[in-house]
């Protein structure tokens, strides 16, 4: 944990750093170089770290996080050992001894819902939703929607030819005026049968 500061200075630095989206942190418990999000990704961010090398989390551009979401970038212990209980970290060299699996990522518009664990070493795919109280411990397929514990897939989005082209578009050029501009074509718009349409839009803005 950082002790050298407090909540509400860590979370000033925070915002200082994250002008393009509307996040928050709830947690001071992670280093704050380790986490970058994307433009205009919401949500209040419970961020666990354990100290390892190899923690990292990155969330893309236009996702949404709901309440009580939980990222553990590491507190995996070693239950190959004699112990999993950390013997080291308690009786000998009282350091965190405990594993990270790899990072986390988000693609571009995940939508997380209420109450969700994601654990370390996960990708989650643009465009996929995660339902509420599921537990994150493998890969998420882009636009899958998921849920459970563990998460399991239980239907997409889109067909798989509008999934490909959704991938190959470039969400980090939109702003608020493209939504604006072209509100009435988005509210109307079938994806599966217009996806040229859409595909148009984004390249040509």
Same mark, same amino acid.
């Given at each position: !944990? =950082?002790?050298d500061i407090s909540?509400e200075?860590?979370?000033?630095?925070w915002?200082?750093r994250? *002008?393009? $989206?509307?996040?928050?942190? %709830?947690?001071?418990?992670?280093?704050i170089d380790?986490?970058?999000v *994307? $433009?205009?990704?919401? *949500?209040?961010?419970d /961020?666990r770290?354990w100290? #390892?090398? $190899?923690e990292r989390l990155? /969330?893309? =551009?236009?996702c949404?996080?709901?309440?009580?979401?939980?990222?553990? !970038?590491?507190?995996?212990?070693?239950?190959k050992?004699?112990?999993s209980?950390?013997y +080291?970290?308690?009786?000998?060299t009282?350091?965190a001894d405990v594993?990270a699996k790899?990072?986390?990522?988000l693609?571009?518009?995940?939508w /997380?819902?209420a109450?969700?664990t994601?654990?370390?070493?996960?990708n989650? *795919?643009?465009? #996929?939703?995660? %339902? #509420?109280?599921?537990?994150?411990?493998?890969?998420v397929?882009?636009?899958?929607?998921v849920?459970?514990?563990?998460?399991?897939?239980i239907?997409y989005?889109?067909k798989?030819?509008?999934?490909?082209? &959704?991938?190959?578009?470039?969400?980090s050029k939109?702003?608020? +005026?493209?939504?604006?501009? =072209?509100r009435?074509t &988005?509210?109307?718009i079938d /994806?599966?049968?217009d996806?040229d349409t859409?595909?148009? &839009?984004? $390249?040509?803005?």
């Amino acid at each position: !944990m =950082n002790t050298d500061i407090s909540l509400e200075d860590f979370r000033k630095q925070w915002r200082e750093r994250n *002008g393009h $989206n509307t996040t928050t942190v %709830a947690t001071y418990t992670f280093p704050i170089d380790k986490v970058t999000v *994307g $433009n205009f990704t919401y *949500g209040n961010l419970d /961020i666990r770290s354990w100290g #390892a090398d $190899n923690e990292r989390l990155t /969330i893309g =551009n236009f996702c949404s996080i709901a309440d009580n979401v939980t990222f553990l !970038m590491g507190g995996e212990h070693d239950y190959k050992r004699f112990l999993s209980f950390p013997y +080291d970290a308690f009786f000998v060299t009282k350091q965190a001894d405990v594993q990270a699996k790899g990072p986390i990522t988000l693609g571009d518009d995940v939508w /997380i819902g209420a109450n969700v664990t994601v654990v370390s070493n996960v990708n989650i *795919g643009q465009g #996929a939703v995660v %339902a #509420a109280g599921s537990i994150v411990t493998k890969d998420v397929p882009p636009y899958a929607i998921v849920g459970g514990n563990p998460a399991k897939v239980i239907k997409y989005r889109f067909k798989p030819a509008t999934i490909e082209a &959704l991938l190959k578009l470039d969400f980090s050029k939109l702003d608020p +005026d493209f939504f604006v501009k =072209n509100r009435d074509t &988005l509210a109307n718009i079938d /994806i599966d049968q217009d996806i040229d349409t859409l595909t148009q &839009l984004i $390249n040509n803005y």
